[in-house]
Nanobody, 125 residues
Framework: QLQASGGGLVQAGGSLGLSCAAS????????MGWFRQAPGKEREFVAA????????AYTDSVKGRFTISRDNAKSTVYLQMNYLKPEDTAVYYC????????????????????WGQGTQVTVSS
């Protein structure tokens, strides 16, 4: 089970930190990802981190602004979002996939086995 938290309302240029806590699984067996879905749009990849945190990946639009990290001892993955823009407004979802899969497919929704419930991020202009 994945439980995301930390969303909210922030002005453009501000920051928010999201957390996603896992339970009932061996967290270090999973790569973790963050996706987002804006109204009327498909769910899209945002960031991913490999099971040990060695590999990370970001969609181009958030590179240099967002940072994904994880703490396996706390079974938690984080997404620090800085310099937020109105176009970052969406429901953000964390997701987990088994680490046995090829890292190169991190961006694909179909590669993820479990999803959190989502947390709303709203950035005002």
């Amino acid at each position: 089970q994945l439980q995301a938290s930390g969303g909210g309302l922030v002005q453009a240029g501000g920051s928010l930190g999201l957390s996603c806590a896992a339970s009932g699984v061996t967290f270090s067996d999973y790569d973790m990802g963050w996706f987002r879905q804006a109204p009327g749009k498909e769910r899209e990849f945002v960031a991913a981190i490999s099971w040990r945190g060695v590999n990370t990946a970001y969609t181009d639009s958030v590179k240099g602004r967002f940072t994904i990290s994880r703490d396996n001892a706390k079974s938690t993955v984080y997404l620090q979002m800085n310099y937020l823009k109105p176009e970052d407004t969406a429901v953000y979802y964390c997701a987990a996939r088994t680490s046995s899969r090829k890292w190169g497919s991190y961006y694909s929704r179909a590669q993820y086995d479990s999803w959190g419930q989502g947390t709303q991020v709203t950035v005002s202009s």
